[in-house]
């Protein structure tokens, strides 16, 4: 038995001549929300259908708990939610998600999952009138559906509107808190800085970054931003600081994070002199262009 909602070790991916994976390991525990990022060719997409059991490996192993990719037991243990979603436009989204629940032999209350993603309103309109988040939506009650120990999204909030992704990231925080481990594939920075346990970047096939937000920052050693507000004269906070003259008010300085408490010890030395501080620690999305090595498009 693991206790691993997913296990890779060492998968090894080639497409013809090209190898499109190599020797990538990952774990989830259920309840974690991991955020997988990459730029496009990365190899994300072929490794949400490798764990899917869609596509073949050529070495290393996969295991969704204890069952390989493809099983039955997976495909029961597993939910899937692609970024371009599609369903019959004939039907209804009751129709639809009833559908799904006895394919899947889930018994659910469907008008309350339907409710639940906003839906409730729209549950018996033809799909075929449905706009791209309102099917995303669809997509996302279908995930709800037999609470599944494994949840991969790949870009969830793509359609939707900002209010909608708070409410998709209040459902996925739902399901973790059941036991649900997600796996996020997305390239909406931001969101998933907030929102994730632990960021995994793949750069050309390979697992270039696997940990919290701030052991990557630690590891990364990317210097950290202060901007200081004189209170009259920004010429002699400057001169006695050095850093960059920002609006002609402030100063900018940059530091490690192991010099951050001796430059601050120094700003607060000034007095009267500083009316304000604003420190900025690296982003994800600085963390990010250095681990990838490459600017985001």
Same mark, same amino acid.
């Given at each position: ?28 525990? $259920? ?24 596509? $073949? ?11 390989? $990719? ?19 436009? &004939? ?50 009650a279908q995930v709800l559906l037999g609470q ?126 500083? &009316? ?22």
């Amino acid at each position: 038995m693991t206790d691993k909602a997913l296990t890779i070790e060492t998968v090894c991916k080639n497409r013809g001549k090209t190898r499109v994976l190599s020797d990538i390991s990952l774990t989830l525990e $259920p309840g974690q929300r991991v955020a997988l990022l990459g730029h496009n060719g990365a190899g994300k997409s072929t490794l949400i259908k490798s764990i899917l059991g869609l596509t $073949p490996i050529q070495a290393g192993t996969i295991r969704i708990g204890t069952a390989a $990719p493809g099983s039955a037991q997976a495909r029961r243990d597993t939910a899937y939610l692609p970024e371009a979603v599609s369903f019959h436009p &004939a039907l209804t989204g009751r129709e639809q998600l009833t559908l799904f629940a006895k394919l899947s032999g889930t018994r659910a209350h469907v008008p309350a999952l339907l409710d639940r993603v906003g839906l409730g309103d729209a549950m018996d309109r033809r799909i075929g009138a449905y706009s791209k988040g309102m099917r995303q939506r669809l997509g996302l009650a279908q995930v709800l559906l037999g609470q599944p120990k494994l949840a991969l999204l790949d870009e969830p909030t793509s359609g939707l509107d900002p209010i909608s992704r708070q409410d998709l990231y209040a459902i996925i925080d739902e399901l973790a808190a059941q036991g649900t481990a997600v796996l996020i594939a997305s390239h909406a920075l931001t969101e998933v800085e907030a929102r994730t346990d632990r960021i995994a970047i793949m750069r050309k096939g390979r697992m270039v970054a696997d940990d919290t937000l701030a052991n990557l920052s630690a590891l990364a050693g990317l210097p950290i931003r202060l901007r200081v507000r004189a209170r009259a004269n920004a010429d002699a906070l400057a001169a006695e600081l050095g850093g960059n003259r920002i609006n002609g008010a402030s100063v900018e300085l940059l530091c490690s994070p192991a010099d951050k408490m001796q430059a601050l010890r120094r700003i607060a030395g000034l007095g009267d002199a500083v &009316a304000d501080v604003e420190m900025t620690p690296p982003k994800l999305e600085d963390l990010y262009r250095h681990y990838a090595q490459e600017a985001l498009q």
